[in-house]
């Protein structure tokens, strides 16, 4: 059964940095992307960063690009947020996500929740300015 848990997250002033983890349970080999989402209150659920497991390619919102990265370990187990440049619209629950396959509609650009089916509980980050 895939288990996501996060942890990492927390509180820190603008300008700051913080690195979230999601380590990986029983995720089956085919399996090919993982991703971070936010959360903030009142907004929907929106992609942050993906990468594909097997070669190693990342892709990232717009509005992430050049702060943060993603990045997992050699053994697939662990999936790592780098964020730095935190700014006060960063503050959101941030969740970890697989999918069996890298999304096309990722590749393009574009990390949609429902192309995820498996989900951690999140880890709160909060900026403050």
């Known amino acids: 059964q895939v288990q996501l848990v996060e942890s990492g997250g927390g509180s820190v002033q603008a300008g700051g940095s913080l690195r979230l983890s999601c380590l990986v349970f029983g995720l089956p080999y085919t399996w090919n992307c993982m991703a971070w989402f936010r959360q903030a209150p009142g907004k929907e659920r929106e992609g942050v960063a993906a990468?594909?497991?097997?070669?190693?390619?990342?892709y990232y919102a717009d509005s992430v690009k050049g702060r943060f990265t993603i990045s997992q370990d050699n053994a697939r187990n662990t999936v790592y947020l780098q964020m730095n440049s935190l700014k006060p619209e960063d503050t959101a629950m941030y969740y970890c996500?697989?999918?069996?396959?890298?999304?096309?509609?990722?590749?393009?650009?574009?990390?949609?929740?429902?192309?995820?089916?498996?989900w951690g509980q999140g880890t709160q980050v909060t900026v403050s300015s």
């Open positions: 996500a697989a999918a069996p396959f890298l999304p096309a509609s990722v590749v393009a650009g574009i990390l949609a929740p429902a192309d995820f089916r498996k």
């Open positions: 990468i594909a497991i097997g070669s190693g390619r990342t």
